[in-house]
């Protein structure tokens, strides 16, 4: 989101689609695991865990980490143990299968059900929120929220330029008292984004802070993020999610009141952030459809817009699929070697196996040199590049010496019934050179790719 022009707008035109959903990616439902239990009874004690995204402000310790995940009715508990103890009837190849077969069973039926129950309700920044800068704050921008005093919000969005900032709006529907706190997903793009938060509201005083110029009338209360010390963690255990910890607030809410939430970054670095409004639950009226689409923008990180590189996940796909399936056959192919200087058994078994890996080496190294071309196409031999272009082409050596000289001599060997016998001594040495330079240059170009992805990219 980028651009910024100072000139107003309607409401209407600053209206924009909002997307509810049933479920979090990062809030959901701990005890759907256990509703499918043997019996009813432990169905509804499992009701009684809850996992929250916003901390209880009366209690500081992170078990109490509990406003917004959701309690099933008794009704569909019941529902869910009918169909765990039918689960149970069927006979399978192990316990593994049907602890995952109960799990996404556990999901959809949740999910189908998902009108009994109660969380935070996630929102998706949208694509088309216009882009707004600290210098610059156009209110009339600001994207819509459903009201958090009857149902919690979970914003999901994204700052994606340095200057940028996401800008909000609620009406209060009564007065509330409602806690407030901008949460970061643990990857290693965001390790130093902190965003920060700022209040807008009407009212006569300058509020607690200057960050934004605002005209008359408007107060500001400015939510500053965490120290520069090391955040505290919370891991919600059904989704697997980490989230940095913010700095939580309370905010006080008139009737009526309309309130703006302005997301910023001081430092201006860009990152994920997962905003938390409110701690009332309300699901009613949520569709299904949308709470499948949302949870996987969210843990996809597909929020504010962000556009797709297809061209480089093509490249980078087609890159590693090269890898899987050529290393995977070089590796195959040197062990029975390698088995196979001693022993007739092995050796017999490696003439018989290189018919299959031999194709597949080439086809993935096809792949591979397909995917690079794509993944490199801007970058060239820049950076690791220029290394794994020489490996390729000391591979491409390599694989013709085998495909031209070793495999017709292990090919003849077998046509005269002599596939059993141990090779001589001069082709062991030479198959055995040409296994290590095979080994090494494929590990090697992978390992070039992981150093580029994590130092380079």
């Known amino acids: 989101m980028k651009g910024c022009e100072c000139h107003n707008h309607s409401e209407e035109e600053a209206s924009q689609p909002t ?22 009874r432990q169905a509804r004690h499992a009701a009684k865990c809850n996992v929250g995204l916003l901390r209880n402000p009366e209690n500081e310790t992170d078990e109490s980490i509990s406003t917004g995940f959701s309690r099933l009715s008794a009704h569909a508990l019941e529902r869910a143990a009918a169909i765990g103890r039918g689960l149970m009837t069927v006979r399978a190849t192990g316990i593994t299968f049907m602890t995952l077969l109960r ?20 929102f998706i920044e949208p ?32 700052l994606t330029s340095p200057d940028e900032i996401d800008v909000y709006r609620f009406t209060a529907s009564s007065k509330a008292r409602l806690p407030v706190e901008v949460l970061v997903p643990v990857r290693p793009s965001n390790r130093d984004f902190r965003p920060g938060l700022v209040v807008i509201s009407r009212g006569d005083s300058p509020g607690d802070g200057s960050l934004l110029k605002l005209p008359d009338g408007l107060r500001q209360r400015v939510i500053p993020p965490p120290e520069e010390t090391a955040r505290r963690i919370f891991f919600e255990p059904f989704s697997l999610e980490k989230l940095y910890r913010g700095r939580e607030a309370l905010i006080d809410v008139e009737p009526a009141g309309v309130y703006y939430l302005v997301v910023f970054e001081k430092d201006h670095r860009t990152g994920d952030y997962a905003l938390g409004v409110g701690e009332a639950e309300d699901f009613r009226d949520v569709p299904l459809g949308g709470t499948i689409r949302n949870v996987l923008a969210a843990k996809l990180g597909l929020v504010g817009g962000r556009r797709v590189p297809l061209l480089d996940l093509i490249g980078l796909f087609l890159f590693l699929a090269g890898f899987v399936v050529g290393l995977g056959a070089v590796t195959v192919i040197d062990l029975h070697g390698f088995l196979g200087r001693r022993s007739a058994y092995w050796t017999e078994a490696t003439t018989r196996t290189h018919k299959v890996t031999k194709p597949l080496i080439w086809v993935g190294m096809a792949t591979a040199a397909a995917g690079a071309a794509i993944y490199y196409r801007e970058s060239g031999l820049s950076g690791v590049a220029t290394f794994q272009a020489a490996l390729a082409v000391v591979l491409v050596v390599n694989g013709l010496f085998l495909t031209l000289r070793v495999s017709p001599f292990l090919l003849a060997r077998e046509r005269e019934g002599r596939a059993g016998e141990l090779l001589p001594a001069s082709w062991q040495a030479k198959i055995t050179v040409s296994f290590v330079v095979s080994l090494v240059g494929w590990w090697g170009s992978l390992f070039l790719l992981a150093w580029h992805i994590v130092f380079l990219r």
């Open 103 to 122: 799990f996404a069973l556990g999901w959809a039926f949740w999910l189908s059900t998902c009108s009994t129950a109660n969380a935070h309700r996630p």
């Open 19 to 40: 997307w509810h959903a049933c479920i979090s990616a990062f809030s959901v439902q701990r005890s759907i695991t256990v509703g499918w239990s043997n019996t009813g």
């Open 127 to 158: 694509a088309q929120t216009p882009g707004q800068v600290l210098e610059c704050l156009q209110l009339e921008k600001a994207v819509p929220l459903g009201d958090p005093v009857r149902a919690s919000v979970a914003v999901y969005g994204s």
